[in-house]
């Protein structure tokens, strides 16, 4: 399908070559009555050569493209079976036995099935949403990777100066361990995140494809694009939870043993000692070992403590362990019962499933038709009427604006406003009813009239036409 040519909005006599941001796309004619006329002199015009420097747009829809086997001959049906495209004349030469699986792509082509559209949107929101929430939870496992090495780095490095050069080869070996860890997480970070790009990349290519295709009505396009669509986001969700699973952050931490440790320094001090005795021997005697018996005894002492006090905490936690295990049947219970809930909750849902469905129609129905609504939303010109009559070759135009009290987008919200009448008069020429058409149309966009400061209704930068066309009074 051609790109479709848009008409002037003022005119609607001819294709719009330009436009104005007060009174919207416009005709070469239009053009020159914005230079011409002082009313619309004021007006910001630009070409649509300026408009659309930087934007692409797909030409034409698919069901303009030559058949690749006769060129002169227009591509108009789809063969799912040997997913190309062919022209009428390859669907009798060779395409006949496959029947039901021929696709009419100007039947398909016809109008954009906008709920398509809105499902392939959704899917991929959803996938962004994914990806989102991907690289939030790997940005937080970094940073939490990353305080935990620099936590037990600097803890091994404590340890190592407290018992110095003895085990510095062990320190060494841990911190290597840990950082080694730290660096395959940040892989892992790099992998998730390069892996989020791409689909991001890809999600926001397919986005600007669906635009251009609505934007100019391809529903061809958009129909060949939601046959595999749906696949395609699905291998994008499954992508994201594979490397989720895949690439997992390793966890690890430092803890000391104090009982072990201290016993540890106890026998390293009598161990050096013993070394130093040993040393200085002339003999060797194994006699000369001197052996600290009380420290010993102290240490044996400690942890004789420390067993009776795991003993008592076992106790306690077997009577915990019995509470538990009741509380825990009592929740058994508790979960059957939700079970049954759920599947009662699970039937109802299934009933209202149609009735949600006809909301959320009902609600893109409202959507749409306050679409209009909403342009008028901020418009600063009160609500008023335009008559217009002819007679004796005059166009009369009257606009009137009753009594009304200012909302929130004029000046003095709440208060009153007096209203008024103004009156206009054209020649009866072609001039005269173009000039007519325009100034209506800009009159329902608001763009002629304003409420002033002493609360009165206003022209907004709209000069009395005092030439050959016409005037106002």
């Given at each position: 399908m051609a790109s479709k040519q848009i008409q002037c909005e003022m005119c609607c006599n001819e294709n719009a070559v330009g436009y104005c941001k007060t009174c919207g796309n416009v005709g070469e004619t239009c053009i020159d009555v914005h230079k011409t006329v002082k009313v619309f002199q004021t007006h910001m015009v630009s070409l649509n050569e300026e408009n659309n420097e930087n934007q692409k747009f797909i030409k034409q829809d698919i069901t303009e493209e030559k058949c690749k086997q006769h060129p002169t001959e227009k591509a108009i049906f789809l063969c799912k079976i040997h997913e190309t495209m062919i022209c009428g004349r390859c669907l009798h030469s060779g395409h006949l036995p496959c029947g039901q699986e021929i696709v009419d792509l100007l039947h398909e082509a016809d109008s954009l099935d906008f709920e398509k559209v809105n499902k392939m949107k959704s899917a991929l929101m959803e996938v962004k949403d994914e990806i989102l929430l991907t690289k939030d939870e790997a940005e937080q496992s970094k940073n939490s990777s990353k305080n935990n090495a620099e936590k037990c780095a600097q803890e091994c490095m404590e340890l190592g100066n407290r018992i110095k050069q003895r085990v510095d080869e062990l320190t060494s070996d841990i911190i290597h361990r840990i950082t080694r860890t730290h660096d395959i997480n940040v892989s892992t970070y790099s992998s998730i995140t390069q892996t989020c790009n791409e689909i991001t990349k890809w999600c926001e290519d397919e986005e600007n494809t669906i635009d251009n295709c609505v934007d100019n009505n391809m529903a061809g396009n958009l129909y060949l694009m939601h046959r595999h669509f749906k696949k395609e986001v699905f291998d994008a969700g499954f992508h994201l939870k594979e490397i989720k699973h895949k690439h997992i952050f390793k966890g690890f931490d430092f803890k000391e043993n104090e009982v072990i440790l201290k016993c540890l320094f106890e026998d390293l001090e009598e161990v050096c000692e013993h070394q130093e005795e040993v040393t200085g021997s002339d003999d060797g005697n194994s006699d000369d070992v001197f052996i600290s018996p009380a420290k010993i005894n102290k240490t044996r002492r400690e942890l004789t403590a420390l067993l009776n006090q795991i003993?008592?905490?076992?106790?306690?936690?077997?009577?915990?362990?019995?509470?538990?295990?009741?509380?825990?049947?009592?929740?058994?219970?508790?979960?059957?019962?939700?079970?049954?809930?759920?599947?009662?909750?699970e039937q109802e849902l299934l009933k209202t499933k149609p009735d949600m469905e006809k909301a959320k129609k009902e609600r893109a129905e409202v959507k749409a038709q306050c679409s209009p609504v909403k342009d008028r939303i901020n418009w600063t010109q009160p609500t008023g009427t335009v008559n217009v009559t002819v007679d004796n070759r005059i166009i009369d135009l009257v606009f009137i604006f009753p009594d009304g009290i200012q909302t929130t987008h004029h000046p003095s919200p709440g208060k009153p406003y007096k209203g008024g009448t103004f009156t206009g008069r054209l020649f009866l020429n072609s001039e005269g009813e173009l000039l007519c058409r325009m100034l209506k149309a800009a009159f329902r966009r608001g763009a002629m009239f304003i409420l002033g400061k002493e609360g009165k209704v206003v022209l907004d930068g709209v000069s009395l036409y005092d030439g050959s066309v016409g005037y106002f009074g």
């Open positions: 003993k008592q905490d076992l106790d306690q936690s077997e009577k915990t362990r019995k509470a538990l295990c009741d509380e825990l049947q009592k929740v058994k219970q508790d979960i059957d019962n939700s079970e049954k809930k759920r599947r009662s909750l």
